[in-house]
């Protein structure tokens, strides 16, 4: 494909995301067009898969010689990083590590760095990612309400209805993350003291965008689920409310997601540990446990909560949900439950990278600050619900 076939996707992207803005300004949605301009970006996106694919592929197939000559040029860099103390991970890179199939693990020559274990939220992992680079926007359409049919009388006009088009806009943010790391890296090898500082920089990068995923303002920050809304400034998200957590809250969750003749697919539930733990308290009337929870072994951040005949997924979010007890009654929102991928991040640029050495000198830590332009939001009409903790209602007298 080559990247002059990766700019055009990129530029007829953006010139869709134009077009659907123009029909919004001008009041006149086509669904046609819509579904075919949807239909377009699908095909463009699994090209732009199918190219990350092949650059992998072609990765793993390198002869010992291209092998050595990588390691050369990822010296040169390091030893351009230590010198200059800066550095820029390409859009690709910080992409595949927004993303469950990319990854932070060192290159093969590189040994010798250790980092915190479970140190970020797995939604980070579930959500979508794409690259908008070159786009100031990015607007993606969704049907809020679809048409409803009516019954033809002779001699009368048909007054059926048309479906309902809003719109969710991705604007880009500046995101900062500063993090921090010893001074003793300066000590490693080059290869190690650039690894190191760009596993501090990325691991930053992840767990910032997962705290924003699930409650950026959008106002200075991306939309979060939490307060994901429309260009019409109306709430995108569904709500269940809660008293307690007891043995009919997660029935209460499921079945509030999706329409009047579903229950809405792939959902999973995210929850602060602390309200898992309440879940795993709750006892029937035998004295029983209500819940079984299953934490994965491969990934104890995500698990199973099974209840009767329901079986959720769970991703735990303590980084960035309240949990019931600190939750204020009728304001906070102490859960989540949906589809993850029906929230989208983009990334507008390239991920720059500094290394500070005099802001915690006196500590022996370097600082490592990250920047680059990121955007978010709910791209799915009730595509969350948020569950709300409510004050119990008072008993009688």
Not at 160 to 185: C, H, M, Q, W
Not at 215 to 241: P, R
Not at 317 to 330: I, Q, R, V
Request: with cysteine.
């Amino acid at each position: 494909m080559g990247l002059k076939r990766i700019a055009e996707i990129n530029e007829r992207k953006k010139e869709i995301s134009e077009n659907l803005e123009r029909m919004k300004a001008d009041e006149e949605i086509d669904i046609v067009k819509v579904r075919a301009f949807s239909a377009e970006v699908d095909e463009l996106n699994a090209e732009l898969e199918k190219e990350h694919e092949r650059q992998n592929l072609e990765g793993k197939l390198k002869n010992p010689q291209s092998r050595i000559e990588a390691k050369t040029e990822a010296e040169t860099k390091a030893r351009r990083l230590m010198d200059t103390k800066r550095m820029v991970i390409p859009l690709t890179e910080a992409r595949s590590t927004l993303m469950s199939s990319g990854d932070l693990v060192a290159p093969t020559e590189v040994g010798g760095v250790n980092d915190p274990f479970n140190v970020v939220s797995s939604i980070i992992d579930q959500v979508q990612v794409e690259s908008l680079e070159g786009c100031n926007t990015y607007t993606e359409a969704y049907i809020s309400a679809w048409q409803d049919a009516s019954t033809r009388t002779e001699g009368s006009a048909n007054t059926g209805t048309d479906p309902t088009f809003k719109a969710a806009e991705i604007k880009p943010y500046n995101l900062n993350v500063t993090s921090y790391v010893s001074r003793e890296i300066q000590r490693m090898t080059p290869l190690n003291y650039a690894e190191k500082v760009r596993q501090g920089a990325l691991i930053g990068l992840r767990r910032k965008v997962a705290q924003w995923i699930v409650n950026g303002n959008g106002s200075t920050q991306i939309y979060g689920i939490l307060n994901a809304k429309n260009t019409d400034s109306e709430k995108i998200t569904a709500e269940v409310s809660i008293s307690a957590i007891d043995e009919n809250t997660l029935k209460t969750i499921v079945f509030a997601y999706g329409g009047d003749e579903n229950v809405g697919p792939n959902a999973r539930l995210f929850v602060n540990k602390k309200d898992l733990i309440k879940f795993a308290a709750v006892r029937g009337s035998d004295k029983k446990a209500v819940y079984e929870i299953t934490p994965d072994g491969s990934n104890p951040n995500t698990g199973i909560i099974k209840e009767g005949g329901l079986s959720v997924p769970y991703t735990i979010n303590s980084g960035a949900l309240k949990d019931f007890d600190t939750a204020t009654a009728e304001t906070d929102h102490i859960m989540i439950y949906g589809d993850p991928a029906n929230y989208k991040i983009g990334l507008f640029g390239d991920y720059e990278i500094r290394v500070d050495e005099s802001y915690k000198f006196a500590e022996g830590l370097l600082s490592i600050m990250g920047e680059v332009m990121v955007g978010g939001n709910v791209v799915v009409k009730d595509g969350f619900v948020l569950v709300k903790k409510v004050a119990a209602a008072s008993s009688g007298s």
